[in-house]
């Protein structure tokens, strides 16, 4: 830059413009050239030229041209970076869709059933082999009979005595049945052949004898819970449910009871076979 003041003081700026390429040898030819004389230092890192003119008494009273030639380093510019897109995490991606899960049907527990014990089968019993009770005759009428020392059902002592080849007693006079409950049935309940299970209230004994004679305890048969079907009698020394006791004491007297020969979960019935020869 060189600038010109009322006073005719000339001062000439020059910065970074020659650097590299003999910076002092080209001020010293330039002061040369405009007839100027002075001196070159170093200010705050740039080089600078100070120039009088020759007509100058000098830098003191020079009241002349003044001629400073300065220079700076040229701002370098950091090179720009080159673009680069902004970075963004992917987006991202959805999981494949899968449906949820179906619960299944909710199945209610089954209830189980009341516990009952269980009723022995009359084939544990060999056919070919009598308890140890003994067989009695009965002289009135010439039979046989002998009661199996063994709880059971009605059906399961009904097909017993007839594996046998006897048949579940029957009492068609009141002799008879006085002999069997003496002999068979004071300390045990004795199953008879008698059903009316075919018919209700049409009793029949399973030998097809005439029906012409009954002992019944007053009140019965009672059908109770309409599934007594089946001639018992006798006594029994007692049974113990849920911390109670109960008795079956019928004597001579007939009941008519359901198959199982359960009474309050407990079998308490006997065959008492009878074999007519």
């Known amino acids: 830059?060189?600038?010109?003041?009322?006073?005719?003081?000339?001062?000439?700026?020059?910065?970074?413009?020659?650097?590299?390429v003999g910076f002092r040898p080209f001020v010293y030819e330039?002061?040369?050239?405009?007839?100027?004389?002075?001196?070159?230092a170093n200010c705050d890192g740039a080089v600078v030229s100070s120039f009088w003119s020759r007509s100058a008494p000098g830098p003191n009273n020079a009241p002349a041209v003044v001629t400073r030639i300065e220079s700076k380093p040229a701002p370098v510019n950091p090179p720009k970076p080159p673009f680069e897109a902004p970075m963004f995490p992917p987006?991202?991606?959805?999981?494949?869709?899968?449906?949820?899960?179906?619960?299944?049907?909710v199945i209610p527990a089954p209830?189980?059933?009341?516990?009952?014990?269980?009723i022995q089968p009359a084939n544990l019993l060999p056919a070919n082999l009598l308890p140890a009770s003994p067989r009695v005759h009965n002289p009135a009428n010439g039979h046989d009979y002998q009661r199996i020392d063994k709880a059971m059902s009605w059906h399961e002592a009904n097909d017993y005595c007839d594996s046998l080849g006897?048949?579940?007693?029957?009492?068609t006079s009141d002799a008879e049945n006085q002999f069997l409950f003496k002999t068979f049935g004071q300390d045990h309940v004795i199953?008879?052949?008698a059903t009316d299970e075919d018919e209700e209230g049409k009793?029949?004994?399973?030998?097809?004898?005439p029906w012409n004679y009954t002992s019944w305890m007053p009140g019965e048969p009672s059908n109770h819970g309409k599934k007594e079907h089946y001639l018992n009698m006798g006594?029994?020394?007692?049974?113990?449910?849920?911390?109670?006791?109960?008795?079956?004491?019928?004597?001579?007297?007939?009941?008519?009871h359901e198959s199982s020969g359960d009474y309050w979960q407990t079998l308490i019935c006997y065959p008492v076979c009878e074999w007519d020869k």
């Open 191 to 193: 199953w008879l052949g």
């Open 111 to 118: 209830v189980n059933p009341p516990i009952i014990p269980a």
């Open 203 to 209: 009793w029949t004994w399973v030998t097809g004898e």
């Open 235 to 256: 006594n029994c020394p007692g049974v113990t449910f849920q911390g109670r006791n109960y008795f079956f004491r019928f004597g001579p007297k007939w009941n008519d």
């Open 166 to 171: 006897g048949h579940l007693a029957t009492a």
């Open 30 to 40: 330039l002061a040369t050239r405009l007839n100027l004389g002075g001196y070159v």
């Open 91 to 105: 987006p991202p991606i959805d999981p494949p869709f899968v449906p949820a899960p179906v619960d299944p049907p």
């Open 1 to 20: 830059m060189i600038q010109s003041s009322t006073t005719d003081r000339v001062s000439i700026e020059v910065c970074g413009v020659v650097q590299g």
